[in-house]
């Protein structure tokens, strides 16, 4: 009986003694814990819009190759060897297609005044809305004819500019082209973006 009663109070203590180890967390552990998840989540979303950011940059500078080859190929195929020009003129107009029918703010033009006839059959013109992600209202490419070689009648285009901005602030965010820092035809700075952490860039493509 003795013995029976020592087991019990035995089992009863180490029971007790259990029960007092098991405590729940304390509040500076939880708001450790939370710290911690809130770290990891922020951390977690700028990687993910980073990533957004580099995969809409790539692809905008790949769009430009490809306007780059169909220009050129345009340029081939024609029959005064001269780039595809608007309204014979040296000002900026849209190089793609958009929804709204326009690309850039302050230098915009409808769409239906590029050359679309001539680039057609080398390539399709993509939708380019919003693919930069930029904070503005610059969400493709315009291009330009610098220079005619039968002026003043302005028919042969012989030397075109595009021109993009992509939200990349590295030492070489424009992939095919070039920072855009003076204007080729006025010698004028250009520094001012549409974004804070945007880059302007450009490609000049000069015919044979």
């Known amino acids: 009986m003795v013995l029976c009663y020592n087991k019990f109070s035995y089992f009863y203590k180490n029971l007790n003694s259990?029960?007092?180890?098991?405590?729940?967390?304390?509040l500076i552990e939880l708001l450790v814990v939370i710290a911690i998840i809130g770290l990891v989540s922020t951390i977690a979303v700028v990687a993910l819009n980073s990533a957004r950011t580099k995969a809409a940059n790539s692809k905008k500078n790949a769009t430009v190759v490809q306007y780059a080859k169909a220009l050129e190929m345009a340029y081939d195929a024609s029959t005064n060897?001269?780039?595809?020009?608007?309204?014979n003129s040296t000002a900026f107009r849209c190089l793609g297609?958009?929804?709204d029918g326009f690309c850039w703010a302050g230098a915009t033009t409808p769409h239906a005044t590029i050359p679309r006839v001539a680039l057609t059959p080398f390539m399709a013109l993509p939708e380019q809305d919003g693919e930069n992600l930029m904070a503005c209202?610059?969400?493709?490419?315009?291009y330009r004819c610098?220079?005619?070689a039968d002026a003043p009648a302005n028919t042969r285009c012989v030397r075109l500019e595009i021109v993009w901005e992509?939200?990349?602030?590295?030492?070489?965010?424009c992939g095919p082209?070039?920072?855009?820092?003076i204007d080729p035809?006025?010698?004028?700075?250009?520094?001012?973006?549409?974004?804070p952490d945007g880059s302007r860039c450009h490609l000049i493509l000069e015919g044979k």
């Not at 259990?18 to 729940?24: A, V």
């Not at 082209?177 to 820092?181: H, N």
Request: charged residues 25%; glycine residues 10%; positive net charge.
């Open 81 to 87: 060897k001269g780039y595809a020009a608007v309204d």
């Open 97 to 99: 297609i958009y929804n």
């Open 185 to 195: 035809l006025t010698g004028a700075a250009q520094t001012t973006t549409c974004s």
């Open 137 to 142: 209202n610059r969400e493709g490419y315009i």
């Open 146 to 148: 610098l220079q005619f």
């Open 18 to 26: 259990m029960n007092k180890t098991k405590r729940g967390f304390t």
């Open 177 to 181: 082209g070039k920072l855009r820092t």
């Open 166 to 173: 992509v939200r990349d602030r590295s030492a070489k965010p």
